[in-house]
């Protein structure tokens, strides 16, 4: 039983909530999760079991797409329903909408909330927030690839996001609130999709633990990275490096079409070995 399952988390888990209920009903210890997502937060979390577990470090995915909701006229300290109101205005409508959401797409920066994990010397950002201490946050790299409004209702606007590994949409709706006038904050959020894996394949816990699932493969888990076919498996057995001037990682294969490991360059026209998975 090695392979991926595609979890649909429910809201008020949190991610290692799940790996628990995998490893309960499995009967398995080795059970990990790639690209958290939080308790308020549901929809598609990547789990691998058993021996998928070696390849987690290559499967939290580039991109992510997410439906989200923005609630305008509240902020709050966390920029989601869980955290204290920090301001307030009242609601009376907002205009150029599809403009405000344009002005999003493409390459910016972006700042992270305050509760988050990231680290600034040796600390959690959350930890700084918790104790009321005063932490300068840098803002971080980010690309918006598509961005579309599916509904609006009064101060509720739900939007389709296609972003880079890295995005808050947390961040992406205060942004948004403020491009529009207000105080804003996220109300809900859903992730639709994880790389390749979508929220069409996803199943709920109660399946998994009713049985109706389907594990994939760890021969398919790679199937949109490029794959490098080995006549010699031993070359990827003994983690010799191969000759190939090729730029990014692949999934190196054998000719039965098993998976053996991932490669990278060496920026020396070599691919070196980044992880057995035979």
């Known amino acids: 039983m090695d392979g991926l399952l595609i979890i649909n988390k429910p809201l008020h888990m949190t991610s290692h909530d799940v790996v628990n209920v995998v490893r309960k009903t499995l009967h398995t210890k080795k059970v990990g999760h790639a690209g958290t997502l939080d308790p308020e937060a549901s929809g598609v979390l990547v789990v691998a079991v058993n021996k998928a577990t070696k390849a987690l470090q290559f499967l939290t995915a580039d991109t992510k797409e997410y439906i989200a909701t923005l609630t305008l006229g509240t902020s709050t300290d966390t920029y989601d329903v869980t955290g204290q109101i920090t301001e307030q ?22 700042v992270p909330p305050m509760y988050s994990a990231i680290k600034v010397n040796g600390k959690k950002l959350y930890e700084y927030a918790r104790a009321g201490e005063h932490v300068e ?30 995005t808050y949409v947390r961040s992406l709706c205060v942004d948004l609130a403020k491009q529009l006038g207000y105080p804003g904050h996220m109300s809900a959020l859903v992730r639709t999709q994880s790389g390749a894996f979508t929220i069409d394949q996803a199943v709920t816990l109660e399946d998994l633990q009713a049985g109706n699932y389907h594990m994939i493969p760890l021969d398919h888990a790679f199937d949109e990275m490029d794959h490098y ?47 057995g998975l035979f």
């Open 137 to 166: 946050v840098a803002p971080r790299p980010i690309t918006i690839f598509k961005m579309e409004v599916l509904k609006e209702e009064g101060p509720h606007i739900t939007f389709k996001v296609k972003c880079s590994k890295g």
């Open 89 to 110: 205005k009242p609601f009376t409508g907002y205009e150029h909408l599809e403009e405000a959401i344009n002005s999003f797409i493409g390459e910016s920066m972006q």
């Open 229 to 275: 076919v080995l006549e010699d498996e031993k070359i990827a057995i003994t983690g010799r490096k191969i000759n190939a001037d090729i730029d990014h990682n692949v999934a190196v294969f054998n000719k039965e079409g098993h998976l053996l490991a991932i490669y990278g360059p060496d920026g020396q026209g070599h691919l070196k070995s980044l992880r």
